[in-house]
Structures are given as C-alpha cells and as structure tokens.
C-alpha cells in the first residue's frame, strides 16, 4: 500500500483486518511486515496514543507512589516497532540505553533512523517460551499495544517480569478487555507468588477512536 494511498478508510481497514484476520503470532508477524513501510501514518490516522497514554501513566505512577524510575537507567521496549514508543520514553526524559524487542526486521528497519534503540533482539513474546533477552537486567520494561489475543498474550507477562532487576518495573498499556480479560488474572497471580507488586492500574480513554485503555504497572519484588 504505497504511502500516498493511506487515508482514513484505509487506516479503519489495517485495524479492522488486525482484529478479524490475525489469528497468531506468524499471522501477526507476518502482516505487521507487510505494512510496516506505512504503519506511522496508519497510528496517525487512528489517532493512537498510546505511546504517550503509557509514558503518562508512568508519570502518574511516579507523583502518586513518590517512586522514581530513573531516567538514566536501562529499558526494554516489548514490541519495539518503529520507535514511536522509545520516542515517547525520550520524551519524558528517559536518557538511558534502550533496547528492543522486536520480531519484524521491517518494523526495526523503519526505528532505526530514530537512533533509540541500543541492541535489539529479533524475538516474539510468547506464552509458553522465554526470549534470549537477559534475566535482571533492566530498570524498566514497557510494553504499547502488545498484549492482546493474538501473540503475546498473558503468560508473556511472566517473561517480561524476568527481564528486569529486582525493584525494577514493567510498564503495560493494552485494550481495556484484554487487562479486564487474562492480563488482570496473571498480575494477580504474579503477585500471589511474590514475584510482583501491582502497583498502579489507571484507565486512559480514547487509545483511539473510542476505545479504552489500561495502563498497569508492575514493580518486581
């Protein structure tokens, strides 16, 4: 779909082909691949914020708990795509390295003009198996939009609390029914184990269009 060709109706149909026809995690891989070239200008015309829903969430979190994620730490972006979301970290000050997770090499390519990104592992976030990305690493983990139904569904919730140091957080904003779904079942559980403190929960409206949104914080114990 050459650029010039990206309007209103043919952004409603990327979103709506997303939601009806991407079944898993190759469908998703696989079609986040083929429109990567036009995925900014698609986000723009679905006036997706989420990006800066989940920064603002962060900022929230940090004036109420009186807890700050420093700034000059390390983070991981889960499903990197094309840096709007690193961008959106930089925004709010983040000067630290952050490295990617990102499966679709197209998607990486059109981030890396944006220089955000430090390393960058080629990896889905999956249910049933842990990336190559290094356990206790990271201060911050944070995800826009990719939990949902389809790849990276609630057990990945599991991995991404791997990936950060013990008092590090992970940072989540996805579609309200997904959190009111599995997501809040398994931060629950998480917490039971030990493993988390749910720390912050907040819904943000309008993601896009009219739709809801979570954005949940996790700090690891």
Not at 7 to 23: F, G, P, R, Y
Not at 80 to 108: C, H, K, W, Y
Not at 172 to 189: E, N, P, Y
Request: hydrophobic letters at 35%; charged letters at 25%; a negative charge.
């Amino acid at each position: 779909m050459p650029s010039n060709e990206i309007n209103q109706e043919s952004a409603n149909k990327w979103l709506t082909d997303l939601w009806w026809q991407v079944k898993g995690a190759e469908d998703e891989r696989e079609y986040y691949s083929n429109t990567a070239v036009n995925y900014e200008e698609i986000s723009a015309n679905l006036g997706w914020r989420a990006p800066q829903l989940c920064m603002q969430g962060i900022t929230n979190y940090e004036r109420r708990s009186g807890i700050t994620i420093p700034r000059d730490g390390r983070a991981i972006d889960i499903g990197a795509g094309t840096g709007l979301s690193g961008q959106a970290l930089r925004d709010i000050g983040f000067t630290g390295q952050i490295d990617a997770l990102e499966p679709t090499e197209n998607m990486f390519v059109q981030a890396q003009p944006k220089n955000i990104f430090t390393l960058w592992y080629h990896e889905l976030l999956l249910e049933d198996k842990e990336t190559s990305v290094p356990s206790n690493t990271y201060d911050l983990a944070y995800s826009v939009g990719v939990f949902s139904d389809r790849s990276a569904k609630s057990g990945g919730l599991r991995d991404s609390v791997r990936m950060v140091k013990p008092g590090g957080h992970v940072a989540v904003i996805c579609v309200k029914r997904h959190w009111d779904g599995d997501l809040d079942i398994m931060a629950q559980k998480l917490q039971e184990e030990g493993k988390v403190e749910i720390k912050h929960v907040e819904v943000f409206e309008k993601y896009f269009y009219h739709t809801n949104s979570v954005s949940f914080i996790l700090q690891k114990q």
